[in-house]
């Protein structure tokens, strides 16, 4: 919302020909919604396409919202796209993107909304494994040639409370910090259960959080909050990690292949190390 928010204001700036933003959702779950919903309380900002594989999410995000958004939902059957290449046409009808798909797509979706010449808010994390990255970083690059605008979802960054400690600790309240510590304990979230016909594909798009190829693991899907705050401690990035994880406790078919707990530490460039 606060991305959507200066833009809007910069929009007005240029004397762009309409002050309305169009704002297209890909990717229709809860936090898609979400994401949608903040978007919409930006003054000016229409939402007018969203694409989802399945039809069931976007009828149940778009009457979400049009029960706390009214008029602002703008999005008739023709600008309603079901599948797993509707994001595309979705795109193209806006001036803003937010990706909130699993996040194994996300590389693709963006690249598809900077060679579209969109701007772009993107949930964490941008991808699941270096390919991914790569092709984020190359796209990234496309989008400042462009001169788009580009979010990601680390929200920390906008938090009043993180922004007055980070500025605390960089102005050296504790001194030199040698050691930074990160926690992430949780119990687990939703299971999607198998129904009667349903593929294996479907399966694992509706259990996506249980499948490296679309979440990435634990690391990367949740723990990227608290590894992103300790960088930011550092204002650095480590430069090698070791370490160990398995599955302990869910161990069942339904919980996929992901991992139930990990132990890491990383290290950086000048000797500190993260754990």
Not at 13 to 25: C, R, V
Not at 65 to 93: C, N, T, W
Not at 226 to 247: Q, S, T
């Amino acid at each position: 919302g606060a991305m959507i928010g200066s833009l809007a204001i910069e929009r007005m700036a240029f004397a762009a020909a309409s002050d309305e933003i169009k704002i297209a959702l890909v990717g229709c779950g809860g936090r898609g919604s979400g994401a949608a919903n903040q978007a919409l309380n930006v003054p000016g900002v229409k939402l007018v396409a969203m694409a989802d594989a399945f039809q069931d999410r976007l009828t149940g995000a778009l009457n979400s919202l049009k029960s706390s958004q009214g008029a602002k939902v703008d999005v008739p059957a023709d600008r309603q796209f079901v599948g797993l290449d509707g994001y595309k046409k979705a795109i193209a009808l806006a001036d803003v993107v937010v990706l909130a798909t699993p996040p194994g797509f996300r590389p693709q979706h963006f690249e598809e909304a900077v060679r579209q010449g969109k701007n772009v808010f993107m949930e964490k994390p941008v991808a699941v494994d270096g390919p991914g990255v790569r092709r984020v970083l190359a796209a990234a690059e496309e989008a400042k040639k462009k001169n788009l605008k580009v979010g990601v979802g680390l929200q920390r960054h906008h938090q009043p409370g993180y922004l007055e400690t980070m500025k605390r600790l960089h102005d050296g309240a504790l001194g030199d910090i040698y050691l930074v510590r990160a926690y992430w304990n949780d119990g687990g979230v939703w299971v999607n259960p198998r129904k009667e016909g349903q593929t294996e594909l479907e399966f694992q798009m509706r259990n996506w959080y249980y499948f490296n190829w679309l979440c990435g693991d634990h690391i990367t899907e949740q723990h990227i909050h608290n590894l992103d705050v300790a960088n930011w401690v550092k204002n650095a990035y480590p430069v090698k990690a070791h370490g160990m994880g398995g599955r302990q406790v869910r161990t069942q078919k339904e919980y996929g292949e992901i991992f139930d707990h990990h132990a890491l530490e990383y290290t950086y460039a000048d000797g500190t190390t993260q754990r």
